[in-house]
């Protein structure tokens, strides 16, 4: 499904503030696959998703979504195959337009456009059907201005926008990091329903490694610009806090940062 072979990036090569965030990453995604992905600050975790969604061109390797070579296609192509959502609620939609206009542009992902604008009354109906499924209210708020909803509300709408059509790859970029824990709580909720009923091949990044163990069938931990673990199946799932700290300080990580502990 997803297949990064040897990826390297350097930022401001050359200079005094060179940055290697990433060494010669490979990483191999079946269908369906939920890998959460953790590491302190630094690590290269968000910089992974970026290569992947085509942010930024790698300075070496090759990056593969459904046996299609994506390395060289600009960000705006890979969307057809990609849904994503960003840590900032802000991010991911038009502050300014109303929760049914996000959501017809996120149906026409990947999709060319026209001068044309509008959307079908089909349209209206599945939009308003998939609102009601988040259990937010937001189906009675489909002619509101994005930008008068609360962050919570706002987060669950692009995590519906980026899976209105489904990818072939989800990423989810510390997605309810912003948020309050009752709401990043729910929204985390939300993200494992969502995933589920509709098998989607995912990659969430997280600085939860509580979050990190209960979600998802797989783990990688990085550690400067490199996958330090890798961790599935059955490990995972008996796996603790203690137990990945210990394996983390077995491979050779440097110190854990208190957000990841104490989250």
Known sequence: MLKVEGISKTF???TVNEKTALKNVSLEMKPGDF???????????????NAVAGVFKV??????IDDVDVTQMAEHKRAAYIGRVFQDPMMGTASGMMVEENLAIAARRGKTL???WGFRDDESVEFKEKLAKLNLGLEDRMKSRMVTLSGG???AITLLMATLRRPKLLLLDEHTAALDPKTAEKVLDLTKKIVEENALTTLMVTHNM????????RLLML???EILLDIHGEEKAKMTVHDLLEAFEKSGGEDVSDRMLLS
């Open 153 to 155: 509300q706002r987060q």
């Open 114 to 116: 026209s001068l044309r």
């Open 12 to 14: 401001f090569a050359g």
């Open 59 to 64: 300075d070496s390797g090759k990056i593969y």
């Open 35 to 49: 890998i959460t992905v953790i590491g302190g600050n630094g690590a290269g975790k968000s910089t992974l998703l």
């Open 223 to 225: 550690n400067d610009g």
């Open 210 to 217: 509580r979050d990190a163990l209960r979600f998802g069938n």
